[in-house]
């Protein structure tokens, strides 16, 4: 499969517990995006990374949220002392250069 | 910060019948992308917009960059039960530089198609 890859594709945690995603993007993809969405609304912009230089964060991301892409390659993204309003589905995207993103399907996190 | 009203919130009609959802912003995007998503699955992009009155088709589908690039329209012709879901429009404010992919969504449409 050439897609976005995204895991764990679902995950459920207890309050106060460190999360940590993986995001594949499609292999010859330079640039790599994190969304969250949360229900009945659209996904919301966190961070973007070209090769693997964080190049923006959204005010979204708090201090307990930290992304990163060591080789340019895979990117993960880590949540410590979860709270109930971080839960909601990640999303990964990827995109050569200018164009349009592919998204992955997502991480869905509840945290309880 | 930026935000994008899309309507109707949902819709639900009858299979064969076409449906039509706009999405308005109070400032200019130079780039309008329209994505479905499946419940459980990342949004897929149906398609994507870049010149002020572009009017582009994708099978069924056919979607316009408004002349004032505040706002956007997706139609779909002689809808099927396959194409329930969730249509989201999205705004890029930059044709390039860094801000590509910083995407701005619109709240979605839910489309219900009965058989």
């Known amino acids: 499969d050439t897609g976005v890859s995204q895991d764990p594709r679902h995950k459920i945690t207890k309050r106060g517990q460190n999360v940590t995603f993986r995001c594949d993007p499609i292999?010859?993809?330079?640039?790599l995006y994190w969304y969250r969405q949360t229900l009945g609304q659209g996904p919301e912009f966190l961070t973007y990374?070209?090769?693997?230089?964080?190049?923006?964060k959204s005010r979204l991301l708090s201090d307990r949220f930290s992304a990163e892409r060591p080789k340019g390659s895979f990117s993960t993204l880590e949540i410590q002392r979860t709270e109930q309003g971080d839960s909601a589905m990640y999303l990964c995207?990827?995109?050569?250069?200018?164009?349009?993103?592919?998204f992955g399907s997502g991480t869905q996190l509840s945290v309880l | 910060g930026q935000q994008l009203n899309q309507s109707p919130q949902s819709m639900f009609i009858q299979e064969g019948e076409d449906v039509s959802m706009n999405c308005t912003s109070s400032?200019?995007?130079?780039?309008w992308l329209w994505y479905k998503q499946d419940p459980g699955e990342g949004p897929v992009l149906l398609i994507a917009?870049?010149?002020?009155?572009e009017l582009t088709s994708n099978g069924r589908l056919t979607a316009q960059f408004g002349i004032t690039r505040k706002d956007s329209f997706l139609n779909i012709s002689a809808s099927i039960p396959s194409d329930v879901g969730i249509y989201f429009c999205?705004?890029?404010?930059?044709?390039?530089?860094?801000?590509?992919?910083?995407?701005?969504f619109g709240q979605g449409t839910i489309l219900t198609v009965h058989p």
């Open positions: 995207a990827s995109s050569l250069g200018q164009d349009r993103a592919i």
């Open positions: 292999s010859e993809h330079n640039r």
């Open positions: 990374f070209q090769n693997e230089a964080q190049l923006e």
């Open positions: 400032s200019i995007f130079n780039t």
């Open positions: 917009l870049y010149k002020a009155g």
């Open positions: 999205a705004g890029l404010p930059n044709a390039g530089g860094t801000s590509y992919g910083k995407l701005t």
